[in-house]
């Protein structure tokens, strides 16, 4: 045993158990009791300390490169991965935790070789989440208008049913009002008394109301902040076999399995950091569309009452061409003129308005005829 041991560096329990050894574990601990010869004892091995010294020596070469080492590769067969896992976490006992991590019982990869791994998706998620955004800025801006046109519509159908009611009341109480006018002094009395009453409830309950009404007015003005992130939550970057497909393209020398843990691993982080990406990149493009949308409708406005000035002060002048049988021909081309020429682009220009109002396909107003 003791020869076998030294040349192999371990032992198989169950090859001392063959030698008529029950307790294999504590056979060694017994034989081999001084600190430097002393074995780890493993699941179905026990190793010893000059090969737990090459595999520590691997750990921390693949820690020092930012890379990757296959302990399955530098041990003899008869280690199970369960012995394989037991041997890598002990090498880790005496480091930080967050400096590798273990990956099928049998890969111990530096955590800089991870995070390294996942900077192989940034640019394809900058990508996604400049799409989502773009996407989402169209579709909340169809959504507000949608809801404007309906909330209009209802909004007049609703003011017109209250003037109706309110006609009805009028018409309902002005009789009750005129049979009861004639009441003489005491009545004229109550009801001055209560006018004063209803006055000075008024002047109290003012104060009140318009606080409320203030408080309403920030509750309205108050930013909502549920829905949204809410949605960022849910969004998802790629499937585990997307990103393990994307792993086992780029990287060289990864193993199957090992690549599949690996990508079951930054899947959820990857996610995670897609989502902030996309919240981030969508209110840029929200503020940046309102703040290119507000100067666009002030461009707009300002070539629209240019214009509008251009047609009036040249229909004036148009009309003060005397009317007689030698200028009539000369005021009906110039009026065809001006209506080919900017009442036309006026015109265009409101249609090409109303058209991304509505979010209508339409082509530009200098195409529009």
Same mark, same amino acid.
């Given at each position: ?138 579709? @909340? ?5 949608? %809801?404007? +046109?309906? &909330? !209009? =519509? /209802? ?59 203030? @408080? ?5 003005? %108050?930013? +909502?902040? &549920? !829905? =949204? /992130? ?140």
């Amino acid at each position: 045993v003791d020869s076998y041991f030294k040349q192999n560096g371990f032992v198989e329990f169950d090859t001392l158990a063959r030698l008529e050894i029950s307790d294999g574990a504590k056979f060694l601990q017994r034989f081999y009791s001084s600190e430097t010869e002393r074995p780890l004892m493993l699941s179905t091995v026990a190793v010893s300390p000059s090969l737990v010294t090459q595999i520590d020596a691997a750990v921390e070469d693949a820690i020092n490169s930012n890379s990757w080492v296959d302990v399955a590769t530098l041990l003899p067969t008869p280690f199970t991965p369960a012995d394989c896992q037991a041997l890598l976490e002990h090498c880790l006992r005496k480091r930080r935790r967050d400096v590798a991590h273990i990956f099928s019982e049998q890969y111990l990869a530096s955590d800089q070789f991870v995070q390294n791994c996942g900077q192989l998706f940034k640019d394809t998620m900058q990508h996604e989440a400049e799409k989502y955004a773009a996407m989402k800025v169209t579709s @909340d801006a169809a959504s507000r208008s949608l %809801a404007a +046109s309906i &909330g !209009g =519509g /209802d909004a007049a159908a609703t003011n017109r049913q209250d003037r109706k009611e309110e006609r009805k009341r009028k018409a309902q109480t002005a009789p009750k009002s005129a049979a009861g006018g004639s009441g003489g002094a005491n009545s004229r009395e109550v009801k001055g008394q209560k006018s004063r009453d209803k006055k000075a409830t008024g002047s109290k309950k003012r104060g009140g109301r318009a606080a409320s009404a203030a @408080d309403d007015d920030m509750d309205d003005n %108050a930013p +909502s902040t &549920g !829905g =949204g /992130d809410n949605e960022f939550k849910q969004l998802e970057f790629l499937t585990v076999e997307k990103i393990g497909e994307t792993l086992g393209s780029r990287v060289e020398g990864l193993e199957e399995d090992f690549v599949e843990e690996l990508a079951t691993y930054l899947h959820r982080p990857l996610t995670r950091s897609y989502q902030e990406v996309a919240r981030s990149v969508f209110l840029s493009s929200s503020s940046s569309a309102g703040a290119s949308r507000r100067q666009h409708n002030a461009d707009t406005m300002s070539r629209l009452q240019s214009l509008w000035t251009n047609i009036s002060l040249f229909d004036r002048g148009i009309l003060c061409i005397a009317e007689d049988e030698d200028c009539s021909d000369l005021q009906r081309k110039l009026a065809g003129h001006l209506l080919r020429t900017l009442c036309t682009e006026l015109v265009n220009i409101v249609c090409a308005l109303l058209a991304e109002e509505h979010l209508m396909v339409s082509t530009s107003a200098d195409d529009m005829t």
